[in-house]
């Protein structure tokens, strides 16, 4: 007889024969009569998803005092507006992200918001890199001062004390015409050269680690006046940190505004009022949660391409240079051999010893009574009798 073959089982028969569905022939053949007819096309109820990545130099940049950052979706009017960083409502900001979710670019889009901003005044920022160079691009710039590696405690130590000076210098003569912002400021005296100071610190765990329950304790205590004394003054500052529990009490009173991009732990949303269904582990770099509302960063040259990025911060850095933009003043570091025949012969009447670390100038001595010379072997004892010798002996009338 004739071989068996087993039939096809009813689900297999119908995947066989799938073809359009009744709602599929009906959207396409509405879709052709109204073309055929010339429909205009309705009004979308809804906006595009926001995207992966916008340039930061097509945003509406107006002034230092509010810097672009990048784009927020308003779903609740089917719009969008433009994410900015109000320094003088606003004081200081912290981003929240782990890893590869864009907090060195939230803070290099700051800084390059400030060299971009027409109008205004000058700003000035410096960077204190704690990361794994996020903030190396932005050197070179005119408006950066200096970007300043973690391991570097001299010039961290010496920014610090340049801050402090700024914020007390100010406060002062700001209180004498009754400016409650560098805004105000440069308004009612005209000073419009009055320069806002940004502070970007990329990496808050290490900074803490190094500089909170350590021996360079007072220096975090300095970095937390400056940052509860800076806004009234425009002296503002910028952190990073992988997690909102990184962030201390005693510093987060001080930090107003708050980005949230990705985090590793989804509990984490909730110490920061951010629903845990907005942002996940498919979120592009740079898309967070910014006063309730969902917002993409901008990057400048509009491409997630970090050499991409890098040729337009170089061409940016062409413009401000060809604007005659004044440079900022670096944060130098002390050198390590000072020849004693380029210093100045005295030092307010008295005989040059060499430079100071806090203002790197020269500093003299009195030539009177006794004067003591300590330190280990090989820490340069008899090289310091011997300048003070000569130094003296240059001075003489």
Do not use: F, K
């Given at each position: 007889g004739e071989a068996w073959e087993p039939r096809a089982a009813p689900e297999q028969d119908a995947r066989a024969d799938d073809g359009p569905a009744d709602i599929s022939r009906l959207v396409d053949a509405v879709a052709r009569a109204a073309q055929r007819a010339g429909v205009p096309a309705p009004r979308r109820p809804w906006q595009d998803e926001l995207s992966a990545v916008y340039d930061l130099s097509k945003l509406h940049q107006r002034t230092d005092a509010e810097l672009a950052l990048g784009v927020s979706d308003l779903p609740h009017e089917q719009d969008r507006s433009q994410a900015a960083f109000r320094p003088d409502v606003d004081g200081n900001m912290v981003v929240f992200g782990t890893g590869r979710s864009g907090k060195s670019t939230v803070l290099r889009t700051v800084a390059l918001a400030a060299g971009i901003a027409p109008r205004g005044g000058p700003c000035?920022?410096?960077?204190?890199d704690f990361g794994a160079g996020g903030l190396a691009m932005l050197e070179g710039l005119p408006h950066v001062g200096s970007v300043i590696s973690g391991d570097d405690h001299e010039r961290i130590a010496r920014l610090l004390r340049r801050l402090r000076h700024t914020v007390d210098e100010r406060a002062l003569r700001y209180a004498r015409v009754r400016a409650?912002?560098?805004s105000e400021y440069r308004q009612i005296t005209g000073a419009d050269d009055e320069p806002r100071i940004l502070v970007l610190l990329d990496g808050l765990a290490a900074f803490l680690q190094e500089y909170e329950f350590t021996p360079r304790g007072p220096w975090f205590q300095l970095f937390q006046q400056i940052a509860a004394d800076g806004r009234q003054v425009g002296v503002h500052v910028v952190l990073s940190a992988d997690r909102p529990g990184t962030l201390p009490?005693?510093?987060?009173?001080?930090?107003?505004?708050?980005?949230v991009l990705r985090l590793a732990d989804p509990g984490d949303y909730a110490l920061v009022g951010v629903d845990d269904d907005v942002l996940d582990p498919t979120s592009p770099p740079g898309r967070g949660v910014m006063d309730g509302l969902e917002v993409q960063v901008a990057v400048l040259g509009g491409s997630s391409n970090v050499a991409?990025?890098?040729r337009?911060?170089?061409m940016l850095r062409?413009?401000?240079?060809?604007?005659?933009v004044l440079p900022a003043p670096p944060v130098e570091r002390l050198p390590e051999r000072v020849p004693l025949q380029g210093q100045p012969v005295r030092v307010d009447g008295r005989p040059t010893l060499g430079l100071s670390d806090e203002t790197l100038g020269p500093v003299g001595f009195d030539?009177?009574?006794?004067f003591l010379i300590a330190g280990p072997p090989g820490s340069g004892r008899t090289t310091a009798l011997g300048s003070i010798v000569a130094s003296h002996c240059r001075a003489a009338p």
């Open positions: 000035h920022v410096y960077g204190l409650a912002s560098i009490s005693s510093l987060g009173a001080s930090v107003q505004r708050r980005l991409e990025q890098a337009a911060v170089s062409e413009s401000i240079e060809r604007a005659g030539p009177h009574g006794t």
